[in-house]
């Protein structure tokens, strides 16, 4: 009630100042003073909101918009709830005096099926009994339309804000693991189907030579000499693929020489042309240069082998707070954002506090981006 009540009183003090204010904002020379009046009037209800109505504000101005608005549901509320408690305290009152000191006369009910009678002093006791339940709820839907306001013009509360933090990091946190599953399943498959089938290769091939160059006469030493060819030959892609699957893993140039060059060698393996523009002015963090790197990475792999692109362009840019890639190509267009490799690099992001899109319409083209903070969450 209290805090409805301030309500009322703020509502016409900041009529009153929109009424000289409004004027005000025309002359340069006083829009400073009445933007210091706007502040005042704003921490007012703050206090107000927080003390009585168990509502923080996270932000701390809500412009003119906001007094406006509260101007009129202090004024029009006080005025309602004024002239209901006045009728409450009359009929009360008034029927109080009639039934202790006056003279009451019968006032016959007739319902359907019932006649009552009674008097004017109960009637107005009951009437005022039940005005005051309505003043009670017209008192709660007040605080509860001032709390609509307020989370409108000044933004959820604090613990509001506390509670979506933690709703989308428990998403977050299930998303990574679905996302390390993800690749740690993807490497056994590169292991089973690429290394392991050259290892195995491999080994029959030098068991074959082995054998041969015990039994084997002089003549056939040829045979001999193409298996240890092909065992050789073999051994050099093991190595290629042994590197092809640590890279897929982590880059190790991404560490020693940044994001740039990574991309760079991305690019060159693309098989595709791949432009690279670096609007970085300085390294980002690891966990956020890490993520730019595997999102573009996966992007130009889906633009070489699903979309059917013949140019890929890659822009990394910045802001004050913010470090962004846009990864850009003419193909056919209509990736999906729930797709494995893409769902996967959402979720990275999102673990990063940054956002992920995908602008894929069928016909192309299509373009991925990604926005993280300079700053990594608790870093």
Known sequence: ??????????????????????PAALIPALRPAAARGRARLTALERARLSRWLGHEPARADGGYAFLAARAALGVLGGYLWASTLFLIVLLLGGGTWDLVWGESEPVPLELPGVKLVTSGGALGITAG???????ILMVAAAA????????????????ELMR??????????????????????????????????????????????????????????DGVAEL?????????????????VAWRIYPTALDELGLRAAL?????????????????????????????YFVAREAITNAVKHAGAHDILVVLTEDERTVSVA?????GGGADPSGGGLSGLARRVLALDGTFTVDSPPGGPTR????????????
Do not use: N, W
């Open 264 to 292: 760079a060698g991305v690019a060159e393996r693309a098989g595709l042309p791949v432009t690279v523009h670096d609007g970085l002015t300085a390294r980002p963090a690891s966990e956020i240069e890490t993520a730019l």
């Open 327 to 331: 990864i850009s190509d003419d193909g």
């Open 144 to 159: 509860a339309l001032d709390r609509r306001l307020a989370a409108h013009f000044l933004g959820p509360t604090g613990e």
């Open 164 to 221: 979506r933090r933690i709703a989308e990091l428990t998403e977050t946190r299930s998303g990574i693991v679905r996302a390390v599953d993800d690749e740690r399943r993807r490497i056994e498959r590169d292991l089973h189907d690429g290394v392991q089938q050259r290892g195995v290769a491999l080994a029959m091939l030098l068991g074959r030579a082995r054998h041969a160059i015990g039994t084997a006469p002089a003549a056939r030493q």
């Open 368 to 379: 991925v981006t990604a926005t993280l903070p300079k700053a990594p969450p608790c870093g």
């Open 228 to 244: 240890v060819a092909q065992a050789y030959t073999e051994s050099r892609q093991l190595l290629d693929e042994l590197r092809s």
């Open 1 to 22: 009630m209290a805090g409805v009540v301030l309500g009322t009183a703020l509502g016409a003090a900041e009529l009153i100042f929109l009424a000289v204010a409004a």
């Open 129 to 135: 009994l039940a005005l005051l339940g309505v003043l």
